[in-house]
């Protein structure tokens, strides 16, 4: 605030400077805040980046206000988008792919990435001194819905370490999302792989014991970006650049934050949880690089995520999508 008496004190030439400074700041002044529709796909830690730009105000600092809403599908993400009944949404880079490959007229365009990989652990009843993938061969796995990434990433890993998903294992794919911890918990299958927090949980309560990332295991390939129509990019470029900003700078407070204080920092978005398995599993996936550090795409990325859709007959080799026609690079390489 302005000391009057200095106001006075500094006489006419400085009263004058004031004035004419008068109408700068009030050009200066913030900007409405720009209201955007955000979309998740699911509710999981692996967005742990996005959930720091909300509770930190990174989104506020950038003049964007969002609303956070949980599609828990991608089906239903995707359509969100397609509706206009989301601005942005965050979700695998295999919805976009489906519908760059449809007969679609309205194409969803990538445009910041936040994990670099899988987020799925692979889990066992045993403890063992080294595992093994072979261990695997003749044995039950929990695994996910038919043609979903978790489930075409943990064949990729089973097919990398000399194992036919089809012939050598019985991959257990009925059982639905919600009930995946109960069905375990009651005995089924000697393997299985779960999600943060389900996986830290588990083994604290003694009853699994972690065994191998999948998504270590397989290598980066980027598993879940932001993306909008190329329609509201067009018309939002300003927002779309905010908006990866705020992402980034999330980043970087997540790759240097302690795993307490990011596990605090979810304790709102994961009401109910265990605030101990919040802290280990937050423990765990920045040992694993799970979160991306930047919001840039690597093209191999992108190529190794189309080579297991491929691999699990899930997309045909002929409509694999560009990396330049899937994914828009300038607001990642501007981001600060």
């Known amino acids: 605030m302005i000391d009057r008496r200095r106001v006075v004190r ?7 400077s004031l004035s004419m400074a008068a109408p700068f700041r009030a050009l200066a002044q913030k900007k409405p805040a720009v209201k955007v529709r955000y979309n998740e796909v699911v509710r999981s830690i ?10 930190k105000g990174y989104f506020e600092e950038v003049g964007i206000e969002q ?15 397609l509706a206009n009944a989301a601005d942005i949404a965050l979700m695998g880079p295999e919805a976009p792919i489906y519908v760059m490959t449809s007969d679609s007229p309205t194409k969803p365009r990538i445009f910041c990435g936040l994990t670099s990989t899988d987020g799925f652990m692979l889990v066992g009843r045993e403890k063992v001194a080294k595992f093994d993938w072979n261990m695997l061969r003749g044995k039950e796995i929990l695994g996910f819905r038919p043609g979903s990434t978790p489930i075409l990433f943990l064949e990729a ?18 059982v639905a999302p919600a009930a995946r911890v109960g069905s375990w918990l009651a005995g089924q299958n000697q393997y299985g792989i779960f999600v943060e927090p389900d996986a830290s949980q588990l083994e604290i309560d003694g009853k699994a014991h972690f065994l191998a990332s999948v ?31 705020a992402i980034h700078k999330a980043q970087g407070w ?19 949880v265990n605030p101990q398995a919040l802290v280990a599993a937050a423990e765990r996936y920045q040992r694993l690089k799970i979160w991306k550090t930047t919001p840039v795409i690597d093209p191999k990325a992108i190529e190794k995520f189309e080579d297991i859709l491929v691999e699990g007959h ?23």
């Open 46 to 55: 692996m967005y742990t980046p996005a959930y720091v730009a909300i509770a």
């Open 67 to 81: 609303t956070l809403a949980t599609a828990n599908g991608g089906d239903k993400s995707m359509a969100a988008l």
């Open 157 to 174: 890993a089973l097919r990398k370490n000399g194992i036919d998903p089809q012939k050598d294992v019985k991959l257990m794919n009925n």
């Open 10 to 16: 500094a006489g006419l030439a400085t009263l004058g």
């Open 254 to 272: 997540t790759a240097q934050a302690s795993s307490a204080d990011i596990g605090k920092l979810l304790e709102p978005f994961f009401p109910g």
């Open 215 to 245: 998504g270590e295991t397989v290598g980066f390939a980027d598993y879940t970006a932001f993306m909008a129509t190329e329609k509201y990019i067009k018309e939002n470029p300003e927002v779309i650049q905010n908006w990866t900003n």
């Open 314 to 336: 899930v997309l045909d080799q002929d409509k694999r999508v560009k990396y330049q026609d899937l994914v828009l690079t300038e607001f990642a390489e501007k981001a600060k």
